[in-house]
């Protein structure tokens, strides 16, 4: 049985998570302000690097080498998750900090949506229905000024990239629950990041540059926000239930709506855009709490 104490740290390494996780983005856009002009791509490779290094160190301490078992679920969640950061952080550029973290925090209504096709026996009507209440807050971050100009509001072609990183981070967090059945936390870092670093350095080598001076500063702060969330997260889900910390990481939701003026010098939500982050909140809060079927 887990005591309060260690319930109460479980909670405060979750939400340090989601802060760290926020200002870690936030970095990129304290770094446009800046002056600061490399490209997103850099930002990602930093913190994946990072993460690489400090998981092969954390293996050669334990004297463990990581043990691949099956290739398909870390090379799924690898290109998943690379694709998913690197969006996210395209989104946090092109639009804004908030918007950025709402879109790719609507993740678990895609995981609810995939599921509802792939698994016919675990299907929940209830879920389904909530999961398209909040795909219309989705539309309402697209689509900021909906209120105002209703159906011939334009949607911002910039903020698909969001969109594009929740759909990708969906997937994955399917191939992380998968890979966890047969691998070690480690392992799959270890290759999630080192793989995510090749496949970055292929795709975008004439974008990623060594930085200097303000820019090796703000990409070296993002960095380690990454990765402290990541170790915050990890550490925090020993001591709450699945249940407790995705309800505690979607607080992101809501930080990202409050603290964009104050820490990202931008301006506030919209009525709209309120509305919208309220309804994907709400929607990751009733598939947190949505009750799970059991075969008898």
Not at 24 to 38: D, I, N, P, Q
Not at 76 to 105: H, P, Q, W
Request: glycine content about 8%.
């Amino acid at each position: 049985m887990i005591q309060p104490s260690n319930k109460c740290l479980g909670f405060a390494s979750v939400f340090t998570s989601a802060v760290c996780f926020y200002l870690a983005t936030a970095t990129l856009r304290w770094a446009r302000l800046s002056g600061v002009t490399l490209d997103a791509a850099n930002f990602v490779f930093g913190r994946f690097f990072l993460g690489f290094i400090m998981t092969a160190l954390f293996l050669l301490i334990k004297k463990a080498p990581p043990k691949p078992v099956n290739w398909h679920y870390l090379i799924g969640r690898t290109l998943a998750n690379t694709m998913a950061v690197y969006c996210f952080f395209k989104a946090v550029d092109l639009t804004s900090v908030a918007e950025g973290n709402i879109l790719n925090m609507t993740y678990p209504l895609f995981v609810a949506l995939f599921s509802w096709f792939a698994l016919k026996d675990e299907r929940n009507y209830r879920a389904i229905v909530m999961v398209c209440v909040a795909f219309l807050g989705v539309i309402m971050i697209l689509a900021p000024d909906l209120l105002y100009t209703g159906i011939s509001s334009r949607f911002q072609i910039h903020s698909f990239w969001g969109l594009a990183s929740g759909i990708s981070a969906s997937v994955a967090i399917i191939y992380l629950n998968l890979s966890r059945r047969v691998h070690s936390t480690e392992t799959t870092l270890f290759f999630m990041f080192g793989m995510g670093c090749v496949i970055l350095l292929l795709l975008f080598k004439d974008r990623i540059v060594w930085p200097h001076g303000q820019a090796l500063g703000f990409i070296a702060l993002c960095s380690i926000l990454s990765v402290l969330g990541q170790v915050s997260i990890t550490f925090g889900f020993r001591f709450v239930t699945a249940v407790e910390g995705s309800l505690i990481s979607s607080s992101r939701i809501l930080l990202a709506a409050i603290l964009g003026p104050l820490i990202a010098s931008e301006p506030a939500l919209t009525t709209t855009g309120w509305v919208g982050a309220f309804l994907i909140f709400s929607g990751n809060v009733y598939l947190a709490l949505a009750p799970r079927r059991t075969k008898s």
